[in-house]
C-alpha cells in the first residue's frame, strides 16, 4: 500500500505546518504503509521516516493527511482487533503476541534480535507488494543519506 | 568459512576478557570495599534471557544490571554473570553499588561487547579465531542499520552534564588499532575526558524535555497495543485512559565532542507521551537511542570518552 503525503500536521501542537519539524514527512512524498491502526485517535499508518530510514523507529502518521496512491494490501497483513477500540491491518507475525516477550513492538523497541529480524523480514513483504514505486520513494530520498543507506541494500533485496 | 566452532571461541574469548577484566578491577578497587558501599546497591539480577541471535544480529542481545541494561551478546552475559557471581561470592554481600555496576559495565563492554572484540580475543588464544573474526567484519556491515549506542535514563534520577545512566552497545565496532582495549578500559582516564552533547534545545537541565523537543516528538507506539503484562502498560494504567499514551520519538543530530575532534550522530529520544493531556512519563524506558554514528574517531577512543554520570550533581 502506498500513499502520498498532502499535508504535514503536528500532532501534539494540533497545527498544520508548512514543514515537518524533524523531516521524517514531504509534501509531495510517496510512503510504504507497514501497518494501518484504528483506534481512539483515528487511523493511523505506519510509514519508515525519511530523515532516518531503518536507522530510526518507523512512525504513525494520520491517515488524513495522506492519499492512498495504491491500495495493494501486502501479502502478510491481517485484520487484528485488540480491543473494542483498537485493531489494526498489520503483519500477522506483528500481532501475535505469543511470539514475543511482551509485544512485538515492545520487544522491537528492546532491539531484541528476533523483533529486528522480523521486521526486516515483514517489511520486505511489504515493499514486495509495490515494486513498482520503489523507483519513485528512492529518487524522492535522493538527498536523505541515512534513507538511502539504510533502505537501498533492502529495496534491492526486494527487487 | 564458517567452522561451527566460533561460538565456542567467542565464548573463551568472552570469558577471558571478562576474567582480566574483573581481576583488575579487583586489584585496583579492593572488592572489600564493595561490599562497604553496598548501602547505595542495586540488585544484580534480571539477567535477560540470552536469546541466541538471528543470522542478521549474531551477537546482540540483552543483560539487565537492575535498572540498567547493557546490550551485548550471549557469550558476554554468561561471562558476566559468572564473574558477578564469582565477585559477590567474595565479598560476602548479595548486591553491588551502582558505581561498582558501571565499572562493569565500562570494562566489559569495552572489552567484549562486540563481534571485532571477540575476535581480537579469539585471535590471541588462536585456532579458528581468523573464521570468528571474517564474521565479524561481515557483522559490522550488516547491523549498521541497528543502533549502535542508547544512552538511558535511570527512572526520576536527575543528572548532570551529559544525560545518561548507563550505556548500550549493541554494535561490533570496528577497532582501527590492533592495540588491546584493556589498557584503554580504565575509568579514571574516562572520567577525565568529558563528553560534551549538544542537546540543550531537547532537554533541560535536569534532564527533562523542553518545549521545543516535546513538540518534536512523532508518535511510534500506541500503548494499547502493548501486552497487558508488560511494565510499561502496568505502569500506565490509571494514569488516564490506556489508548491516549504513545510511545514517541524526537529525532535529534547532533555533534558528540571528543578531544580536538567532532563526531556527528544522529539519533532519538524515546519517551511516553499521553496525546489528550500532554502529560510525559519519564519514569519508565526513557532514553536516547542513537542511531547511527559516524566514527571517524577509533573505536577505544571513543568509548574511553564517554563519561558517565551515575549520581545527581548537587
Redesign the interface.
Known sequence: MIVQCVDIYNIFNKEYLDENISGSVAKGNHYSVLEITFGAHGIFYRIVPDHGGLYAHSILVRAQDFKIISARFPTNWILNTVSKTASRLSPAKWTDNSLWDWSFWEDFGEDKPKALACFREELKTILAADKDYIATMITERKDYVSWRESMLPLLNEVL | MATGKESTVKDMAAEIGLKTASLMRDTELYIDSFAARHRDAVNVGKFG?A?A?????PV???ISLGKYII?TSPSVQTGMKKVFNSSLKQAGVDSYSREDLSRYATEATTLVGSGISYAQFGKKIGGAARTTLNLAEKTVTRV????PV?FQYEAGRLNSGIPVDAV?L?NPFKSSSGESALGKANLAQAEKMKVELELRQIFTKDGKLTEVG?????????V????E??P?YKSLLGRG?I??W??C???MKTKLHVPGKEELF?G?V?VY?N?VT?EIFYDL?YKI?I??LDIHTSVNEFLNNISYTWRPKL
Open positions: 534471557a536469546v541471535g538471528a543470522t542478521l544480529f546482540a542481545s540483552t546490550l549498521k542499520e541497528v543502533s542508547t548500550k549493541r516535546i513538540a518534536a516528538a512523532e508518535p511510534i507506539m500506541g494499547e497495543y502493548f501486552h503484562s508488560s510499561v485512559r489508548e491516549d504513545h510511545k520519538a524526537i529525532p544522529s532519538e524515546h507521551k496525546l500532554k524506558d537511542k542511531n547511527k
